[in-house]
C-alpha cells in the first residue's frame, strides 16, 4: 500500500511560480511511476506530468510543456512539480499519483489512471 501526501498549493497571481510536493510513504522500495494530474471545477480530471521511478524519463501534457517540471528524490521519498509562468486556467486541485505501470504508459495524455492517489492540492491563479 502507497500513501501520497501533496503540499505546496495555494493562491498565486498569473505569471508567478509554485512549488508542489508529493510525499511518498509505504511500499517505498518499489518502482512506481509517478505522476501529476489536475481537476478544474466542472472538468474531467487530466493528466499534467509524469516521471519514472528513477527519474530518467519523463512527460508532461501539451498545456504544461515548457513550464512546468516534475523531478523527483528518491533519498526523500517525494516527487516535485515546479510549476511556472502559472495561468489562470491552470487553477484546479492537483492530485499525485502512483502505479506500477511504466512511465512511457502516460506518454498518452487520455491515461489519466494510476493505482494510487493522495487527496490533492489546490492551486488558485488569479489574473
Known amino acids: 500500500q502507497v500513501q501520497l501526501v501533496e503540499s505546496g498549493g495555494g493562491v498565486v497571481a498569473a505569471g508567478d511560480s509554485l512549488t508542489l510536493s508529493c510525499e511518498i510513504s509505504?511500499?517505498?522500495?518499489?518502482?512506481?511511476?509517478n505522476g501529476w494530474f489536475r481537476q478544474a471545477p466542472g472538468k474531467e480530471r487530466e493528466s499534467v506530468a509524469a516521471?519514472?521511478?528513477?527519474?530518467?524519463?519523463?512527460f508532461y501534457s501539451d498545456s504544461v510543456q515548457g513550464r512546468f517540471t516534475i523531478s523527483r528524490d528518491n533519498a526523500k521519498n517525494t516527487v516535485y512539480l515546479q510549476m511556472n509562468s502559472l495561468k489562470p486556467e491552470d487553477s484546479a486541485v492537483y492530485y499525485c499519483?502512483?502505479?506500477?505501470?511504466?512511465?512511457?504508459?502516460?506518454?498518452?495524455?487520455?491515461?489519466?489512471?494510476?493505482?494510487?492517489w493522495g487527496k490533492g492540492t489546490l492551486v488558485t491563479v488569479s489574473s
Open positions: 509505504g511500499a517505498t522500495s518499489a518502482r512506481y511511476t
Open positions: 499519483g502512483a502505479d506500477q505501470r511504466p512511465a512511457w504508459y502516460y506518454s498518452d495524455q487520455s491515461r489519466t489512471n494510476m493505482d494510487y
Open positions: 516521471i519514472s521511478w528513477n527519474g530518467g524519463t519523463t
